[in-house]
Structures are given as structure tokens and as C-alpha cells.
């Protein structure tokens, strides 16, 4: 456990990020498929580093602990590859659906059975051979189906074309998919309900370098925002960014945050006493990962807010509105949730010295790390920041918090 509190509420601080976990992710299996691709400033989140590690794994077994993308990514990929895999993970994970992914691929000629429970991990996977090129699947549960099929889409001699069914949720994790197949050379075309992947045209020997990533930097839009001021600098971003979580600089200008673009990086600035909303609302229906951000910037400057599109936390590393209404009501917030929406009521004054439990989640640890600004409190398990992020604390202690094993 570490023990949070600040002694300066004035933060001016210079923080690397590294490469972003869901582009690295995508160009991972992408490597796969064209080996002569060159992948540079990859992201160094355990995600990542499970990624790797399975794809180079010749044994039959591969048990990919807590990570979501590496599970529906590597599902779809050895689906298509002259090998028999069985892809199994945490506890958590193997309550995580996948039939939704694992249907689509059956339909296009994928052998894939359920070990255990149908419809979750872990699985048998066994050579299957590509029979179609046209494939129908609901867009309303996970964009990660869609950017899998997406992945070994590219690989298709015929190419592929993906129908999507209901609307359509993480829409910018789909385009950053796309994108990063048009930046290796694979054209493609994303209109209304229909994505089309056309087959490569030329040998794919590509040099991509990764931007970093927007849902680290998220954390510190929210130190800045709880500060009285800040100058922080962060690298290594683009103001042309792919990543739909690019969205933080516009809903940090509601808390007084504002974003300079510079060479390689930008730059947050807060400024003493901004003019701060009555109350705060966002549909998050494309931008899932920053719902605990938000939820805890609110509530550490006290503005209502109402934050809606967040079915898809149900089915993350742990259900994340059930845990952001049990933490959050910690600090004396009237917190209320349904199946898709997130209401919270700030207290006066926030309670002080809160244990923050984490459930394997990140994201839990990381969006409520700021709070240290506003009051005391201890996070459990600060470990599990390594999925993505695994040197946040050491980067969080340049804008002069101070932490203590506890």
C-alpha cells in the first residue's frame, strides 16, 4: 500500500510517457503478419510485454494472466496460423466474454472450442483454414472484436469486409486500427456500417513510431486540473494523434487545463483560480478509459457530473462502476449507477486518510492518485499500475507528491 499527500500545490514538472499500449498492441500483430515491419518507442505496459512474450511462445498453452486485448487479439490471430493453441488467463479473464469474437471467426473458418464455460476462456484453438471473406458482428459490446478481425483481416487474400450490427461503440479505437493499417500500406475504407480490408498490394516493410499514450497522460490533465497551478510537460504526443483518449484536452479546458502543442510534446498549464463548470457532463461512448479520471477530477473539485456510454466498464479488469461508486463513496460522494451511466454528488469536504482498493485495475490506482492534491488517502495493491503505465509513481513524484510505502 502507499500512503499519498502533497505538500505544494503549485506543480511544474517535466514526464515521459511511453509508447502507447493500444497502438503497440495493434502493430504487435501486425509484426506478426508482416515480419519486415520495424516498431519504434513501443509501449513498456505488462500488456505489451504479454503480447510479445506469447507470440514468440512455441508451447502449447499460453496463459495471458489479466490482459483483455492480448485474449481477443491473439484469438483472432492464431485462429488463422498452421499451429494449436489453447489461450487461457486470470480468473477475471476467464469470466470475460468472447463469443461474440469467437463466432464471427468460426463463421470465416476458424476451429476453436470452449475449455471450460461456452462463451468464455479459456480456449482450443486449432488450425483453421479461411473459407469466407464477409463477416457480420455486433458492434455494441467490445471495439476490440472488431479491431481483431480487423488485424488478420490484412492478411486475407481476398482481404475482408466487416459488417457491424447496432450502434457502435469505441469508435475511435477502430479508426486508430484502420489508421495504422493505412500507415503500413494496407488500404481500407470505414463507411457507415461497413469496413472493408483490402488485401496488401506491396511488400510491408514499414519504420512506425509510436505515439504515447493519451490515457497515461490523462493522470496528470487531472493533477493539473486539482492543482492550484501547474506547468507540465508531457512527450511524446501529436496534435494529429490516432488515439481516440486524445479527447482529454478538450474536457480538461472545462477545468481551467489548457494544452500547448509543442515538438514532440505538449504542454499543461493551470492557471490560479479558473472559472469552473456548476456541473459536469460527457458521453463517454468512445472514450471509456477516461470515465475514472473524470469521475475522481469532479470529485476532488467538487462539481456534480453525470458521465453516460460506459456500458463496456462492466466487462473490464474488474466492473468499473461498481468500483468507482464503492471508492468514490468513500470520500462522502452521493454516488448512483445503472448499466450505462455514472452520477455523482461531491461532498463539502472529502474525507480524509481513504484506503482505495484497486481490484487489479490500473486505472482504479491511477485516477485517484491526483486526489492526493485535494486530501490523505492510501491506494492498495499500487503494483498493478505495471499493466500499462509502469513507471507512474516514479514519474508522479516530479510533480512533487509524496508517497510512502505503508
Same mark, same amino acid.
Given at each position: ?24 498492441? &495493434?502493430l ?30 512455441? #508451447?502449447?498453452?499460453i ?15 492464431? *485462429?488463422?496460423q ?9 480468473? &477475471?479473464?476467464?469470466n ?6 469467437v ?16 462463451g468464455?476462456?479459456p480456449l ?22 472488431i ?8 492478411a ?13 461503440? *469505441? ?7 484502420l489508421?495504422?493499417?493505412t ?5 481500407? &475504407?470505414? /463507411? ?38 501547474? +506547468? ?25 487545463v489548457?494544452?500547448?502543442? +509543442? #515538438? ?7 492557471? +490560479? ?30 462539481? $456534480?457530473?453525470?458521465?453516460s ?5 462492466r466487462?473490464?479488469?474488474?466492473? &468499473?462502476? /461498481?468500483a ?13 449507477i ?13 474525507k480524509?486518510?481513504? #484506503?482505495?482498493?484497486?481490484y ?29 503505465? $509502469?513507471?507512474?509513481? +516514479? ?12
Open positions: 500500500m502507499i500512503n499519498l499527500y502533497s505538500e505544494n500545490q503549485h506543480l511544474k514538472a517535466e514526464i515521459k510517457i511511453s509508447g502507447s499500449k493500444s497502438e503497440t498492441n &495493434r504487435l500483430i501486425l509484426k506478426a503478419i508482416f515480419p519486415d515491419l520495424i516498431i519504434k518507442n513501443k509501449s513498456d505496459s505488462d500488456d505489451s510485454q504479454v503480447l510479445i512474450k506469447a507470440l514468440a511462445n512455441k #508451447e502449447k498453452t496463459d495471458i494472466g489479466h490482459a483483455g486485448t492480448a485474449m481477443r487479439f491473439l484469438t483472432a490471430y492464431f *485462429s488463422f498452421n499451429q494449436e493453441k489453447i489461450l487461457t488467463g486470470s480468473e &477475471r479473464m476467464q470475460r466474454p468472447i463469443k461474440i469474437l463466432e464471427a471467426l468460426q463463421d470465416l473458418g476458424a476451429n476453436i472450442q470452449y475449455q471450460k464455460k461456452e468464455f476462456p482450443w484453438i486449432k488450425n483453421g483454414k479461411i473459407i469466407q471473406n464477409k463477416i457480420e458482428i455486433q458492434a455494441d459490446v467490445s471495439s476490440q472484436y479491431s481483431a478481425l480487423i488485424l488478420i483481416g490484412s486475407f487474400p481476398q482481404g475482408l469486409e466487416i459488417i457491424l450490427k447496432g450502434k457502435v461503440i *469505441s469508435k475511435p479505437y477502430i479508426e486508430m486500427t489508421a495504422l493499417l500507415e503500413i500500406g494496407i488500404s481500407n &475504407r470505414f /463507411q457507415k456500417n461497413k469496413i472493408q480490408i483490402f488485401p496488401a498490394e506491396n511488400p510491408i516493410n514499414k519504420t512506425i513510431l509510436v505515439e504515447s499514450d493519451w490515457s497515461s497522460a490523462s493522470y496528470f490533465y487531472s493533477l493539473a486540473a486539482l492543482s492550484k497551478t501547474a +506547468e507540465i510537460r508531457l512527450s511524446y504526443f501529436k496534435e494529429n494523434s490516432i488515439q481516440g483518449d486524445k479527447k482529454v484536452v478538450d474536457f480538461y479546458k472545462y477545468f481551467g489548457e494544452t500547448s502543442f +509543442e #515538438e514532440n510534446s505538449i504542454l499543461l498549464r493551470k492557471k +490560479e483560480n479558473p472559472i469552473l463548470p456548476k456541473n459536469f457532463k460527457a458521453d463517454l461512448t468512445d472514450f471509456p478509459d477516461l470515465a475514472q479520471t473524470l469521475a475522481v477530477t469532479c470529485l476532488g473539485l467538487k462539481i $456534480p457530473f453525470k458521465l456510454g460506459l456500458s463496456t466498464l466487462i473490464k479488469e474488474t466492473d &468499473r462502476l /461498481q468507482l461508486q464503492t471508492e468514490l463513496s468513500k470520500f462522502g460522494a452521493a454516488i448512483k445503472d448499466k450505462n451511466t455514472l452520477l455523482g454528488k461531491p461532498p463539502a469536504v472529502l480524509e486518510n481513504i #484506503e482505495i482498493s484497486t487489479q485495475d490500473h486505472r482504479m490506482a491511477m485516477a485517484f492518485a491526483p486526489l492526493a492534491l485535494k486530501t490523505s488517502l492510501k491506494i492498495k495493491n499500487p503494483e498493478v499500475v505495471s499493466k500499462s503505465f $509502469p513507471t507512474f509513481w +516514479e514519474e508522479l513524484k516530479k510533480c512533487q507528491l509524496k508517497s510512502a510505502v505503508v
